[in-house]
């Protein structure tokens, strides 16, 4: 069964879009979950969805930004480092049976389906514990605040920000 919610803040539309990928019942694969929560309270400027994974539906939803944030958990990072770098559209589209669609995927399919092309980044934080239920390690955890102060930098700053190729920040 596949969770997901989504919140717009005010009832207006904001340019910006963030994506939480993650199931909040396995461990460090919640912190994305963790991060939009915080954001919310802090930070108006944008629109937010968690999702436990991602499907090509998602991609309408996406057409209508000018920017994206996918926030993950990875293994491919040390728990508590995080990485955030820019994406591109993928040139090959994942079979609508699989499991696993990507972000450049549905870029793919917003340039191909809705002509839209909105800049779009991937803020991985790495993780280590995905069968601990309901809880962060502490390694993970730790990280969270500063990840919220950054993305609300960045939002405040988002022309500047967004416009940049890659933003290669790695804590």
């Not at 309270?41 to 209508?64: C, G, I, K, R, W």
């Not at 079979?95 to 793919?108: E, I, R, Y």
């Not at 993305?151 to 890659?166: A, C, G, P, V, Y």
Request: glycine share 6%; net charge negative.
């Amino acid at each position: 069964m596949q969770c997901s919610w989504s919140i717009r803040l005010f009832g207006t539309m904001n340019d910006i879009l963030i994506i939480g990928i993650g199931n909040s019942l396995r461990g460090d694969d919640g912190i994305a979950e963790t991060i939009v929560s915080s954001l919310m309270s802090a930070s108006p400027d944008a629109d937010f969805l968690v999702t436990t994974q991602l499907n090509y539906e998602h991609a309408q939803q996406m057409a209508a930004y000018r920017a994206i944030v996918f926030i993950d958990a990875t293994v491919q990072l040390e728990p508590g480092k995080w990485s955030m770098t820019r994406l591109i559209a993928s040139r090959e589209l994942h079979s609508g049976l699989t499991h696993h669609v990507t972000p450049g995927n549905l870029l793919t399919v917003c340039k191909t389906l809705y002509d839209a092309s909105p800049s779009c980044f991937l803020l991985s934080v790495g993780a280590n514990c995905f069968d601990q239920p309901d809880d962060l390690t502490e390694r993970v955890k730790a990280v969270v605040s500063n990840i919220v102060q950054y993305l609300i930098e960045m939002l405040h700053d988002s022309k500047e920000r967004f416009s940049q190729n890659s933003l290669g920040v790695i804590q």
